[in-house]
């Protein structure tokens, strides 16, 4: 935990023999919870310590980490920033997620070279910085001939992994760090937030904390994930976890058990995960012996160039849309998002509607190893919706499916791999049902949090106070990639303007740019 | 990159009055020329500089009335709506021979001061690298915000 010294730790009325005495003492009561604005004297009443910082960034996760980056450049110390976070890394989660849906340290992501979130600027880009490790100009001469001469280069995952490490000990990320779960943030009727952190004392004893800030980040990440309705129906009715998994959660054991015996399965999805899936199946093939026919079930097939007018047309075949990267690249400083900008309400979600839908990047290795498997007859792709999903009698699984231009039809298979990646509703969350229901947050054209064009969340501000939000969260407003590493900086860098035009920080300007770079370079701390 | 319009007139007209004239400044003296006897390298030097910074100037005002614009429009039939690096090294062809026709044009000619073609190809080949090259990394240290802007400076 980070050192609450007497300077910064105020605890009003805390009556340190009361509360051991009386359990209930320290912890929130219904009446707190109940009311949307507090009051110092009410958590004072209630014993609940109170930790004074300008700043809480609520998450720890990377769009934490990139928040602080910026703001730590920008001239705030350590001491002013408090990252609140169950995590221990700030690329804990991202690498979970990561390896079990098969990127492993080693393999690459979907990333472009210059969002490198461990390097405000994009520069050296990872390309460069890989072609100067393993002394060769590969990288390079990808980077200047994509998407024309061939795919898009993208990092390798262990690579961000050690940059977000080098960055993290340079700017002492690690002393602004407290570990515990965020339960709430609420407004402060003297202006600013409280947000409540549930710390571990140890022995199964928790304690109860409250950040009094003048501002609040929240960067939690994704709410959960959200199955199919249909697999959802199956695994809760027939309480199978085995046969029936999705592709974000581990399931190790279906490509163990496919490498042991010949066997179907049915992979749902036209993502970059199902791509990834389909990789590690056709991987497990070729490199250890597995006998495993593969059935891909597409809802929106693909087998041309795609959209609405000859301006506005994305590439296709074989079932999938191709993209380099979640959104079209102008998202993140082009014409995109230039046209998201300025867009509201119902113009703006036709916008995320066009642009929209699932995609993945056209990688020769893959389509290569596709196009293997439907001469060899072990890869082919149905088309249809899933009516139901159930139990055979020998144990495997059925699925019933209404055919998109045919009639219906069955498929058998030995395992279901849902790799379609939906994410729950911000609800979900905690602290963002909270803050719906209690702070006056709302919600965006896509149903997700409504935010401003510099990140604040809308309708939350407590006098001086300002409360930012980045990342999935906010998918719908007027900037499209919120969830990538270059649109975590999109946001931190327009939350950092914001705030350096409150007085809170230094606007990072030509000079302090160049001379933070050069430090990043050097890799001196800061 | 990912330019919006103006951003391609900002960077284009900030470039070229910035790594464009300096790369000039540089390349100039070194350009190969067809010396009559007795006129030193260092002789010429003035006209040389005529020469090169109008070529620089062309390549501004013509990129700003034609260039810009019509790449503009092409970039309207990708998806992406991105300019990828490959194209901005390539457009280099298609604007030098035009600009070196212009300057043939209205002058002053290369060829009066004793600048070959390929002395001229040096010059407008080093410029547009060193343009290329700063528009594909340091500049985005220099302007923090200019990736994520279409290439607008204001």
């Given at each position: 935990?980070?050192?609450?010294?007497?300077?910064?730790?105020?605890?009003?009325?805390?009556?340190?023999?009361?509360y051991?005495?009386?359990?209930?003492?320290?912890?929130?009561?219904?009446?707190?919870?109940?009311?949307?604005?507090?009051?110092?004297?009410?958590?004072?009443?209630?014993?609940?310590?109170?930790?004074?910082?300008?700043?809480?960034?609520?998450?720890?996760?990377?769009?934490?980490?990139?928040?602080?980056?910026?703001?730590?450049?920008?001239?705030?110390?350590?001491?002013s920033?408090?990252?609140?976070?169950?995590?221990?890394?700030?690329?804990?989660?991202?690498?979970?997620?990561?390896?079990?849906?098969?990127?492993?340290?080693?393999e690459?992501?979907?990333?472009?070279?210059?969002?490198?979130?461990?390097?405000?600027?994009?520069?050296?880009?990872?390309?460069?910085?890989?072609?100067?490790?393993?002394?060769?100009?590969?990288?390079?001469?990808?980077?200047?001939?994509?998407?024309?001469?061939?795919?898009?280069?993208?990092?390798?995952?262990?690579?961000?992994?050690?940059?977000?490490?080098?960055?993290?000990?340079?700017?002492?990320?690690?002393?602004?760090?407290?570990?515990?779960?965020?339960?709430?943030?609420?407004?402060?009727?003297?202006?600013?937030?409280?947000?409540?952190?549930?710390?571990?004392?140890?022995?199964?004893?928790?304690?109860?904390?409250?950040?009094?800030?003048?501002?609040?980040?929240?960067?939690?990440?994704?709410?959960?994930?959200?199955?199919?309705?249909?697999?959802?129906?199956?695994r809760?009715?027939?309480?199978?976890?085995?046969?029936?998994?999705?592709a974000?959660?581990?399931?190790?054991?279906?490509?163990?058990?496919?490498?042991?015996?010949?066997?179907?399965?049915?992979?749902?999805?036209?993502?970059?995960?199902?791509?990834?899936?389909?990789?590690?199946?056709?991987?497990?093939?070729d490199?250890?012996?597995?006998?495993?026919?593969?059935?891909?079930?597409?809802?929106?097939?693909?087998?041309?160039?795609?959209?609405?007018?000859?301006?506005?047309?994305?590439?296709?075949g074989?079932?999938?849309?191709?993209?380099?990267?979640?959104?079209?690249?102008?998202?993140?400083?082009?014409?995109?998002?230039?046209?998201?900008?300025?867009?509201?309400?119902?113009?703006?979600k036709?916008?995320y509607?066009?642009?929209?839908?699932?995609?993945?990047?056209?990688?020769?290795?893959?389509?290569?190893?596709?196009?293997?498997?439907r001469?060899?007859?072990?890869?082919?792709?149905?088309?249809?919706?899933?009516?139901?999903?159930?139990?055979?009698?020998?144990?495997?699984?059925m699925?019933?499916?209404?055919g998109?231009?045919?009639?219906?039809?069955?498929?058998?298979?030995?395992?279901?791999?849902?790799?379609?990646?939906?994410?729950?509703?911000?609800?979900?969350?905690?602290?963002?049902?909270?803050?719906?229901?209690?702070?006056?947050?709302?919600?965006n054209?896509?149903?997700?949090?409504?935010?401003?064009?510099?990140?604040?969340?809308?309708?939350?501000?407590?006098?001086?106070?300002?409360?930012?939000a980045?990342?999935?969260?906010?998918?719908g407003?007027?900037?499209?990639?919120?969830?990538t590493?270059?649109?975590?900086?999109?946001a931190?860098?327009?939350?950092a303007?914001?705030?350096?035009?409150?007085?809170?920080?230094?606007?990072?300007?030509?000079?302090?740019?160049?001379?933070?770079w050069?430090?990043?370079m050097?890799n001196?701390?800061? | 990159?990912?330019?919006?319009?103006?951003?391609?007139?900002?960077?284009?007209i900030?470039?070229?009055?910035?790594?464009?004239?300096?790369?000039?400044?540089?390349?100039?003296?070194?350009?190969?020329?067809?010396?009559?006897?007795?006129?030193?390298?260092?002789?010429?030097?003035?006209?040389?500089?005529?020469?090169?910074?109008?070529?620089?100037?062309?390549?501004?005002?013509?990129?700003?009335?034609l260039?810009?614009?019509?790449?503009h429009?092409?970039?309207?039939?990708?998806?992406?709506?991105?300019?990828?690096?490959?194209f901005g090294?390539?457009?280099?062809?298609?604007?030098?021979?035009?600009?070196?026709?212009?300057?043939?044009?209205?002058?002053?000619?290369?060829?009066?001061?004793?600048?070959?073609?390929?002395?001229?190809?040096?010059?407008?080949?080093?410029?547009?690298?060193?343009?290329?090259?700063?528009?594909?990394?340091?500049?985005r240290?220099?302007?923090?915000?200019?990736?994520?802007?279409?290439?607008?400076?204001?």
């Amino acid at each position: 935990m980070r050192a609450m010294s007497d300077k910064t730790i105020h605890v009003d009325s805390f009556d340190a023999r009361r509360y051991t005495d009386e359990v209930a003492l320290g912890d929130l009561t219904d009446e707190l919870i109940s009311t949307d604005v507090w009051t110092d004297q009410m958590l004072a009443a209630r014993g609940i310590p109170v930790v004074d910082v300008p700043l809480v960034t609520v998450g720890g996760g990377i769009g934490s980490f990139v928040l602080a980056d910026y703001l730590r450049i920008a001239g705030m110390p350590t001491s002013s920033i408090a990252v609140l976070s169950v995590l221990d890394r700030p690329w804990q989660t991202y690498q979970y997620l990561t390896q079990v849906s098969q990127i492993p340290a080693g393999e690459r992501l979907r990333s472009d070279s210059a969002s490198t979130p461990g390097n405000i600027w994009g520069f050296p880009s990872y390309a460069f910085r890989e072609a100067a490790t393993e002394k060769t100009l590969a990288p390079i001469w990808n980077v200047l001939t994509e998407p024309i001469l061939c795919d898009y280069w993208t990092p390798k995952a262990g690579q961000v992994f050690a940059e977000l490490q080098r960055e993290a000990d340079r700017i002492g990320w690690w002393r602004m760090v407290v570990n515990g779960q965020v339960r709430m943030t609420r407004r402060r009727a003297e202006g600013g937030y409280f947000t409540i952190l549930t710390t571990s004392e140890g022995r199964g004893r928790s304690r109860r904390i409250a950040y009094r800030s003048t501002y609040v980040h929240l960067a939690v990440g994704y709410p959960g994930l959200r199955f199919l309705p249909d697999l959802q129906k199956y695994r809760q009715k027939y309480q199978d976890y085995a046969r029936v998994v999705n592709a974000y959660e581990p399931h190790e054991q279906v490509y163990e058990e496919l490498r042991r015996r010949p066997g179907t399965v049915v992979v749902r999805g036209g993502g970059i995960v199902a791509s990834r899936v389909l990789q590690r199946l056709v991987d497990d093939r070729d490199n250890h012996g597995a006998q495993t026919d593969i059935v891909h079930l597409f809802r929106t097939y693909y087998d041309k160039a795609h959209g609405p007018n000859i301006f506005m047309r994305r590439k296709g075949g074989n079932g999938w849309a191709y993209q380099g990267f979640n959104w079209p690249k102008s998202a993140w400083g082009g014409q995109v998002r230039a046209s998201l900008e300025s867009l509201e309400g119902a113009d703006r979600k036709a916008v995320y509607d066009v642009l929209g839908g699932t995609n993945t990047p056209h990688r020769k290795l893959w389509i290569r190893q596709l196009k293997r498997g439907r001469r060899e007859g072990w890869y082919r792709t149905v088309v249809g919706t899933v009516t139901e999903v159930r139990p055979t009698d020998d144990g495997r699984v059925m699925t019933m499916i209404r055919g998109s231009e045919g009639p219906d039809f069955e498929q058998q298979s030995d395992f279901i791999i849902d790799a379609t990646g939906l994410e729950a509703d911000i609800r979900e969350h905690r602290v963002m049902a909270d803050l719906l229901d209690h702070s006056g947050a709302g919600r965006n054209p896509l149903g997700r949090l409504d935010v401003e064009r510099t990140f604040e969340v809308r309708g939350t501000r407590s006098a001086s106070g300002r409360m930012y939000a980045s990342g999935s969260a906010t998918l719908g407003g007027y900037f499209a990639g919120v969830d990538t590493f270059l649109g975590l900086q999109y946001a931190a860098l327009h939350i950092a303007d914001d705030l350096a035009r409150t007085g809170f920080c230094n606007r990072i300007g030509t000079r302090a740019s160049i001379r933070h770079w050069w430090k990043w370079m050097r890799n001196e701390s800061i | 990159m990912t330019p919006t319009f103006f951003g391609r007139i900002q960077t284009r007209i900030v470039m070229i009055l910035t790594v464009g004239v300096l790369a000039t400044l540089v390349i100039t003296p070194f350009i190969p020329m067809d010396r009559a006897p007795g006129v030193s390298h260092l002789d010429a030097l003035p006209e040389s500089y005529a020469i090169t910074y109008s070529a620089l100037a062309i390549v501004l005002v013509l990129g700003v009335v034609l260039w810009e614009p019509l790449y503009h429009f092409l970039q309207q039939f990708r998806w992406e709506k991105d300019w990828p690096a490959l194209f901005g090294l390539l457009t280099g062809i298609n604007e030098g021979i035009l600009t070196y026709y212009v300057l043939m044009w209205i002058g002053p000619k290369p060829t009066d001061v004793g600048i070959p073609v390929s002395g001229f190809i040096i010059d407008f080949a080093f410029v547009w690298l060193a343009i290329f090259v700063f528009v594909n990394g340091p500049m985005r240290v220099v302007t923090l915000r200019w990736r994520f802007r279409g290439g607008r400076l204001l």
